[in-house]
C-alpha cells in the first residue's frame, strides 16, 4: 500500500513538473513572439503613396510596441502578390497589410482571386486617405485642367496617362474624368506609383494621377505641374491648383486611401494591441504634422470602419465598371 502510495504521489509530482514545463513552454514562446518584429508588408515598389506612409509612421510604430518595425515591399499584380503573402501568414500579429484602393478594386478586376478579400483578412485600421493630384510633365500643355482638356479634345488620341495598374483607383479616376470631359486619352499602365512618376518627367506619358507625397518633390523642383486636384478642396501646400469640380464638373470626387489588414483568423486580442498602436503613432503629432504636410488625412479609426469603407468602394466602382463597360486588362 506504501509502495502504491508513493508511485502515485511520485506519478502526480511528474505530472505538476510536465504542466510547469509546458506553461514556461509557452510563456517563452509568447515572450519570443512579442519580440519578433512587425512586418508592414508593401504592395507597391519604394516611392509610393503607401511606401512613404509607412515609413512615416513606423519610427513611432516600433517605439510604442517596443519592437522592431520593419516596411517589407512586396510588389507586383497590382498587390495581389503582397496580399496572397499576408494571407497565407501566421495570423500571430507579426505580419500585417498596408492596404491601398487596388484591396477594394481588384474583387472586381479580378474575379479570381487566389484569396477573398471580404473573408480572408480582418480590418486592423482605416489609416489615411488622400486626394489624387494631376501631376503632368512640363511639356504638356496649360497651366490646368480646363487648358489642358481643350488641348485634348482638339486633338483625340494624342496624349497619355500613367497608372499604377490596370483597374487601380488612379485607373478608374482618370477614366471617370475621360468619360465626364467626353476626351479621347490613351491609359498606360505602371507597376506603382514610382515608375509612373518616372514616366511623367521622361515625357514617356503626359501626366498621372497620384497622391501629392508621391510627386512633392517633382512639383517643387518645377519638374512636374499640378494641372487638378481630385478631392473636394484645395490641398494647402497647392493653393493655386483648382479641383475637379472646380474645373467644370461639380460631381468630381476621388480620394485614395490606405488600410492595415492582418489575416482573418488573427485573435481579438492582437488585433487589438495593433488596433491601439497604429491609432496612437497615426495622431502622434510629430507624425501627423509629416503626414498632413505631404496631402495625407489623417482617419485613425478602427478595423470595422476600414472594413466598411472597403466594401463601400467595392460597390462604387464595381457599378460604374460595370455602367461603362471598361476594359480592366494590361
Known sequence: MTGLLSKTYAAHTMLKIGAA??????????????????????????????DIASRIIQPKLAELLNRPVIVENKPGA???????????????????????????INPIVRPDLPYD?????RGIAFALRFPLVMGASMATPGQNLK??????????GKYSYASTGAGSLNHLAAEDLKRQAKVDILHVPFGGGGPAV???LGNVVNFTLLSYAAMKAQIAADKIKPLAVTGTTRLPDLPNTPTVQESGFPEYE??????????????????????????????DKEVKQKLTALGFEVIATDGASVDKYTMEQYKRWDKFVKETGLSLKE
Open 21 to 50: 514545463c509546458l506553461v514556461a513552454c509557452s510563456m517563452a514562446s509568447v515572450a519570443v513572439a512579442d519580440d519578433a518584429p512587425l512586418r508592414l508588408v508593401v504592395p507597391f515598389p519604394p516611392g509610393g503613396s503607401t
Open 254 to 283: 476621388a480620394y485614395s486611401w490606405i488600410g492595415i489588414f492582418a489575416p482573418a483568423a488573427t485573435p481579438d486580442s492582437v488585433s487589438n494591441t495593433l488596433t491601439k498602436a497604429f491609432q496612437e503613432a497615426l495622431n
Open 147 to 156: 487648358d489642358f482638356l481643350a488641348e485634348a479634345k482638339a486633338n483625340p
Open 198 to 200: 518616372q514616366a511623367v
Open 117 to 121: 478579400t471580404f473573408k480572408d483578412l
Open 78 to 104: 497590382a498587390s495581389q502578390i503582397a496580399t496572397q503573402y499576408v494571407v497565407r501568414s501566421k495570423p500571430d500579429g507579426n505580419t500585417v497589410l498596408v492596404s491601398f484602393d487596388t484591396h477594394a
